[in-house]
Nanobody
Framework: QVQVVESGGGLVQAGGSLKLSCAAS????????MGWFRQAPEKQRDMVAI???????NDADSVKGRFTISRHNAKHAVYLQMNSLKPVDTAVYYC???????????????WGQGTQVTVSS
């Protein structure tokens, strides 16, 4: 059984910084990409940033220059450093692990439960 758990959310003032962490645990033979998504109230879930196992990243235009995604492959972990936060960044942030091959040898995607990030003006 593979689990994905996020941490690091909280309340911060506009202009401040937060770092989110996420780790996939369980029997994992391989894992392709990991990424962060966010969902504000009554809005769809949108991609924030994704990083492939080789380190290639894809960031949403709205966060370029402010957020940085990084990854520790051996720990099956991904991080999101968020700087210059704005009230519009307020959302539940979800971590995802894509293409996980676990004990059942089936490639599966897994999602975390989400962590709340609130940016006050």
């Amino acid at each position: 059984q593979v689990q994905v758990v996020e941490s690091g959310g909280g309340l911060v003032q506009a202009g401040g910084s937060l770092k989110l962490s996420c780790a996939a645990s369980g029997t994992i033979f391989s894992l392709s990409a990991m990424g962060w998504f966010r969902q504000a109230p009554e809005k769809q879930r949108d991609m924030v940033a994704i990083i492939a196992s080789g380190g290639t990243t894809n960031d949403a235009d709205s966060v370029k220059g402010r957020f940085t995604i990084s990854r520790h492959n051996a720990k099956h972990a991904v991080y999101l450093q968020m700087n210059s936060l704005k009230p519009v960044d307020t959302a539940v942030y979800y971590c995802a692990a894509f293409g996980v091959v676990g004990g059942n040898r089936v490639r599966t995607d897994y999602w975390g439960q989400g962590t709340q990030v609130t940016v006050s003006s």
